[in-house]
């Protein structure tokens, strides 16, 4: 069974950084791909940054974060990062992690529709931007 654990969220003023991390565990096989997610209540989970780890490792990210995140993944570790600068109070949220055997589709695809793609997810790590 696979099982995903999220750290290191926070509070930080808007502008500052955080990074999350994802340890993944229960894999049998090399090359998932793993995905952040965002939540605020009476809102839809949005796709925050996604990475494919195996092989040629491809990223993904929304529009809204291009250039202020980056996802990045330590194989050894089975762990997935984001690194998030220059934060923003309305990026405040709950921040989720989710894994899964890399579709056929790519990896844009299943960080669309609220990431319904993804079987497997993290508890969730909150992250407050004060302005």
């Known amino acids: 069974q696979v099982q995903l654990v999220e750290s290191g969220g926070g509070s930080v003023q808007a502008g500052g950084s955080l990074r999350l991390s994802c340890a993944a565990s229960?894999?049998?096989?090399?090359?998932?791909?793993m995905g952040w997610f965002r939540q605020t209540p009476g809102k839809e989970r949005e796709g925050v940054a996604g990475?494919?780890?195996?092989?040629?490792?491809?990223?993904y990210y929304a529009d809204s974060v291009k250039g202020r995140f980056t996802i990045s993944h330590d194989n050894a570790k089975n762990t997935a990062y984001l690194q998030m600068n220059s934060l923003k109070p309305e990026e405040t949220a709950m921040y989720y992690c989710?894994?899964?055997?890399?579709?056929?589709?790519?990896?844009?695809?299943?960080?669309?529709?609220?990431?319904?793609?993804?079987?497997?997810w993290g508890q969730g790590t909150q992250v407050t931007v004060s302005s």
């Open positions: 229960g894999y049998t096989y090399s090359g998932y791909c």
């Open positions: 990475i494919s780890t195996g092989g040629r490792s491809t990223q």
């Open positions: 989710a894994s899964d055997r890399c579709s056929s589709r790519g990896l844009g695809v299943m960080m669309g529709d609220t990431g319904r793609r993804f079987p497997y």
